[in-house]
Every structure is written in C-alpha cells, then in structure tokens.
Nanobody
Framework: QVQLVESGGGLVQPGGSLRLSCTTSGFTLHYWTIGWFRQAPGKAREGVSCISPSDDSTYYSDSVKGRFTISRDNAKETVYLQMNSLKPEDTAIYYC????????????????????YGQGTQVTVSS
C-alpha cells in the first residue's frame, strides 16, 4: 500500500526557511518519480518541483527556482523540499506525490497527474 506522509510545515516569517519531508512507504523510492505540489486558498494546484527516478534530475517551477531544493534519501525513504527566502505568496498546503513512471523531465512540473498524493502540510509565511 503506497503511503506518503508530509511533515515540516509551519509558520515562518518572510525571508525564513523551512524543510518539508515526505516519508514514503509501499514502494521502492528510487524507482519512482516524486513531485511536490502546493495549493493556496482559492487557487489551482501548482507543481513546485520534482525529482526523476532515472538520473535524479530535478526541476522547479519559475516561482520557486533558486529558492527551493528537492532531494531524496533512498535509505530513509524520504524526499525533502528545502525552502529558503520564503515569501508570503509561498503560503499554501504542500503535497508530495509519487508515480511509477518518469514524469519529471521539464520545469512544467504541474503538467502531469501523479498516481498517489499525500495529505499535505500547511506552510504559512507571514510576519
């Protein structure tokens, strides 16, 4: 049974940092694509970043490029999203997602629907 559990969200001031974790189970992490998405109130879900299973290539949306970094620890079955220089517009529920196909090959992260999604973790950037 595939499970994805996000953690690490919270309240942070503008300019601050957070590291989100996505703990996975039920599949072999390094063979699957992992993506991070977010959804702000009243807005559509946005693809933020992804990491490819084939060569660990990473991609980012223009809105987070240069500030966010995705990485994974296969031994811990966990994927991370390091978020720096946070802005109020980064406020959203953040979800990780997984898929057995390689869906990560461009910065258009939101262009695919993944097979599995977690429940999400709230990130609020406010002073």
């Amino acid at each position: 049974q595939v499970q994805l559990v996000e953690s690490g969200g919270g309240l942070v001031q503008p300019g601050g940092s957070l590291r989100l974790s996505c703990t996975t189970s039920g599949f072999t992490l390094h063979y699957w694509t992992i993506g991070w998405f977010r959804q702000a109130p009243g807005k559509a879900r946005e693809g933020v970043s992804c990491i490819s299973p084939s060569d660990d290539s990473t991609y980012y949306s223009d809105s987070v490029k240069g500030r966010f970094t995705i990485s994974r620890d296969n031994a811990k079955e966990t994927v991370y999203l390091q978020m720096n220089s946070l802005k109020p517009e980064d406020t959203a529920i953040y979800y990780c997602a997984s898929d057995p196909q390689d869906l990560c090959y461009s910065d258009y992260v939101g262009g695919h629907t993944y097979a599995y999604y977690g429940q999400g973790t709230q990130v609020t950037v406010s002073s």
